[in-house]
């Protein structure tokens, strides 16, 4: 007998992007803030930007850490900048340089551990390894002196028993 429905076709659910899932929350924030003060909401949005273009052009795996990185680090130097002394109502965020300053200094440190951060662990880690690469070095030299050169050699060759019947 055949069996019904055997050419059923799988239905792939699209992941949804990192954008798509920040988007809202940050969206959120914004509408909380502006309730509260707007020249900060502004300086956030404007803050920001680094943040929402490296949320929409991370590619890879670690899209998603990529933007927590630079995003906390961002909002970090926002943060720093809307409860600094520059928050003035005659003062548009626009014009607020200090802000701005700040809240792109957080994206740069941001982005400094994103892109810098592996090549620092990795000379890191080659360090380390050189120096255990030595220390095997010295333990072995150590060894070959105190038992002398023939523990180099293999051992003797022993022919195996594989020919008996097992008695």
Not at 39 to 61: D, N, R, S
Not at 118 to 131: N, R
């Amino acid at each position: 007998m055949a069996r019904r429905g055997g050419n059923k076709q799988i239905r792939m659910r699209r992941v949804p992007s990192v954008g798509a899932r920040l988007m809202p929350l940050f969206l959120l924030l914004v509408a909380g803030l502006a309730i509260f003060s707007m020249p900060a909401a502004t300086l956030l949005c404007l803050g920001m930007i680094p943040t929402i273009v490296i949320v929409y052009t991370a590619t890879g795996i670690y899209a998603g850490l990529k933007a927590q990185v630079v995003g906390l680090s961002n909002l970090a130097g926002v943060l720093a900048a809307i409860s600094g002394p520059s928050q003035q109502v005659m003062n548009p965020p626009v014009f607020d340089t200090y802000g701005l300053a700040l809240a792109f200094a957080g994206a740069a440190l941001g982005y400094i551990l994103v892109f810098m951060g592996p090549v620092v662990a990795a000379i890191v880690l080659q360090s380390f390894s050189q120096e255990r690469l030595r220390q095997l070095t010295k333990q072995r030299q150590t060894l070959i002196e105190q038992w002398g050169g023939e523990i180099l050699a293999g051992p003797a060759e022993t022919k195996p028993d594989h020919e008996g019947s097992g008695s």
